[in-house]
T-cell receptor, first 111, second 114 residues
């Protein structure tokens, strides 16, 4: 069945450095969503991408949707301690509005 | 307006007891989801309600788990004869049924089975 895969599972980053986390789907997605879950918290919606090749920025975060609408990436520049948490991507399963969540990338930051 | 609320926030129970977890979605959201998250793990889909349609129960791990959604609003997740492996955070989320269906999560219920 359709699955959304994320890599890497863990990302240890030096404060100030950049990193990228990737999301891949076995099938074309109508849209891709990203969520952030802080330690001890619940997932919070960050952004949604709908168009092929779409790029959106939120301050130091850049989200991209692939041309084939099967992959997405989240790039964070100049990582800060506030970026700590788990980032999930999610896409709707075909013919339904139920979201399939990736396993998440857990980010830790070394000061 | 208010977000998704869940109760209780924490529940400690003994093995073999039944528990009920409650979710109040955002008013007007027709879609409601239950997920389970074990410590340090991702989101495990449990069940999905959409309007008056039959729920998608494909994620329920065993017949000890069941859920209801009354009047298209409040939902209750029931776990019968709890086991220690049921210990986790149970998250509820709601969304508007449309193409751009971002989910709004509640704070979760942390269940501990002793």
């Amino acid at each position: 069945g359709q699955q959304v895969m994320q890599i890497p599972q863990y990302q240890h980053v030096q404060e100030g450095e950049d990193f990228t986390t990737y999301c891949n789907s076995s099938t074309t997605l109508s849209n891709i969503q990203w969520y952030k879950q802080r330690p001890g918290g619940h997932p919070v919606f960050l952004i949604q991408l709908v168009k092929s090749g779409e790029v959106k920025k939120q301050k130091r975060l850049t989200f991209q949707f692939g041309e084939a609408k099967k992959n997405s990436s989240l790039h964070i520049t100049a990582t800060q301690t506030t970026d700590v948490g788990t980032y999930f991507c999610a896409g709707p399963l075909s013919n339904d509005y139920k979201l399939s969540f990736g396993a998440g990338t857990t980010v830790t930051v070394r000061a | 307006g208010a977000g998704v609320s869940q109760s209780p926030s924490n529940k400690v129970t003994e093995k073999g007891k039944d528990v009920e977890l409650r979710c109040d979605p955002i008013s007007g959201h027709t879609a409601l989801y239950w997920y389970r998250q074990s410590l340090g793990q991702g989101l495990e889909f449990l069940i999905y309600f959409q309007g008056n349609s039959a729920p998608d129960k494909s994620g329920l791990p065993s017949d000890r788990f069941s859920a209801e959604r009354t009047g298209g609003s409040v939902s209750t997740l029931t776990i019968q004869r709890t086991q220690q492996e049921d210990s986790a955070v149970y998250l509820c989320a709601s969304s508007v049924r449309r193409q751009h269906n971002e989910q709004f999560f509640g704070p979760g219920t942390r269940l501990t089975v002793l």
